[in-house]
């Protein structure tokens, strides 16, 4: 069965450094998103993504995050100088369609920890 | 905005008895979608069960079913016959038909299953 995979499962870095979280959704999907749980938070939304472009973001998602489906198959979400609260667990989902049943897969997460 | 509210943190259920988990939603939306997903230890998030709102009955997938009641704003799970496997959190979410395909979580209920 297809299924959503996510690059590196565990990733530390220090304070101010970028990170690159990667993705690979289901082949046949055309709309890609990222979300993110704090420890012992809920699942919060940060982005969706069709076509090329961004077509929702959350007030999380601001200038230090961006997305980016660099070939056919990676879609990453880049955190460009990293703070203590981005530590959480992100989350990739695709969906084939949007609307309709529109159901996400999600993907492990990577589990961020910032120093 | 949306919000969904899961009241309970925590249930506990003996093996092979039921247990049902509450949620409760607000929207001004009439046509949308809600899901139940299970994150057990390994974090992945896993669809249980999806119900679209212009459905009256109620959907069930194997000891898997929702009580959605769309005047009251009230979508609980019950899971019968409760297995080892089926401890997890279990996280409820709404997503709109009309506004793009963000999902929008509950805060997780914690489901326990005593042997």
């Known amino acids: 069965e297809p299924e959503v995979t996510q690059t590196p499962s565990h990733q530390v870095t220090q304070m101010g450094q970028e990170v690159i979280l990667r993705c690979v959704p289901i082949s046949n999907h055309l709309y890609f998103y990222w979300y993110r749980q704090i420890l012992g938070q809920k699942v919060e939304f940060l982005v969706s993504f069709y076509n090329n472009e961004i077509s929702e973001k959350s007030e999380i998602f601001d200038d230090q995050f961006s997305v980016e489906r660099p070939d056919g198959s990676n879609f990453t979400l880049k955190i460009r100088s990293t703070k203590l609260e981005d530590s959480a667990m992100y989350f990739c989902a695709s969906s084939e369609a949007l609307g309709g049943r529109g159901e996400q897969y999600f993907g492990p997460g990577t589990r961020l920890t910032v120093t | 905005a949306q919000t969904v509210t899961q009241s309970q943190p925590e249930m506990s259920v003996q093996e092979a008895e039921t247990v049902t988990l509450s949620c409760t939603y607000d929207t001004s939306e009439s046509d949308y979608y809600l899901f139940w997903y299970k994150q057990p230890p390994s974090r992945q998030m896993i669809l249980v069960i999806r119900q679209e709102a212009y459905k009256q009955q109620n959907a069930t997938e194997n000891r898997f079913s929702v009580n959605f009641q769309k005047a009251a704003k009230s979508f609980s799970l019950k899971i019968s016959d409760s297995q080892l496997g089926d401890a997890a959190m279990y996280f409820c979410?709404?997503?709109?038909?009309?506004?793009?395909?963000?999902?929008?979580f509950g805060g997780g209920t914690r489901v326990l299953v005593k042997p």
């Open positions: 979410a709404y997503r709109d038909k009309a506004a793009g395909n963000k999902l929008t």
